[in-house]
T-cell receptor, first 114, second 112 residues
């Protein structure tokens, strides 16, 4: 049973436009969410996170929105740049968990066209 | 600040052998987690160590084990390798729980 799902395996966007990547989760115990970017042959790079006490967190071109009632989060990249082309993973963690354990979605491949 | 380092980067082993992978966390980070990435299963949590103690364990067989040393460096061991163990093994470190995890480049293990 996938607790974190990214239903779009790929997304293509024109340079300068907005990229919106979506993520859904089923476990109501999740209360901390993260987005990672991954290039081939590299480890995931942390982008941005959000706690469940917030509904929005912004860092430069990246904004994450959290809708707890819908168990949905999204990552907005504005404006999109060709260097943003990568696989994006959302991940979730449960605060009541004894330690650090991330549950990842399957990833969305973003292609930003010049 | 140096990032998470993993050695070796690439490894080829034969079915039935055992393998040890190493991870050095970012300085000051006491939590080290291991993940397996495969095309079919995605990124899956193996286990987490904090202050030399296993704090969390994922749903993997006992052939997968790990340990953490007093300097926070961690090793992961897989015994009796199977073809299905071929994967990218990623290590991540963080200061403590509910902090962002920072990943190393991974070790690509191929079992033939």
């Amino acid at each position: 049973d996938q607790q974190v799902k990214q239903n779009s395996p790929s997304l293509s966007v024109q340079e300068g436009r907005i990229s919106i990547l979506n993520c859904d989760y089923t476990n109501s115990m999740f209360d901390y969410f993260l987005w990672y970017k991954k290039y081939p042959a590299e480890g995931p790079t942390f982008l941005i996170s959000i706690s469940s006490i917030k509904d929005k967190n912004e860092d430069g071109r990246f904004t994450v929105f959290l809708n707890k009632s819908a168990k949905h989060l999204s990552l907005h990249i504005v404006p999109s740049q060709p260097g943003d082309s990568a696989v994006y993973f959302c991940a979730a963690s449960a605060r009541n968990n004894a330690g650090n354990m991330l549950t990842f979605g399957g990833g969305t491949r973003l292609m930003v066209k010049p | 600040k140096a990032g998470v380092t993993q050695t070796p980067r690439y490894l080829i082993k034969t079915r039935g052998q055992q393998v040890t992978l190493s991870c050095s966390p970012i300085s000051g980070h006491r939590s080290v987690s291991w993940y397996q990435q495969t095309p079919g299963q995605g990124l899956q949590f193996l286990f987490e160590y904090f202050s030399e103690t296993q704090r969390n364990k994922g749903n993997f067989p006992g052939r997968f084990s790990g340990r953490q040393f007093s300097n926070s460096r961690s090793e992961m061991n897989v015994s009796t390798l199977e073809l299905g163990d071929s994967a990218l093994y990623l290590c991540a470190s963080s200061r403590d729980r509910i902090h962002e995890q920072y990943f190393g480049p991974g070790t690509r293990l191929t079992v033939t």
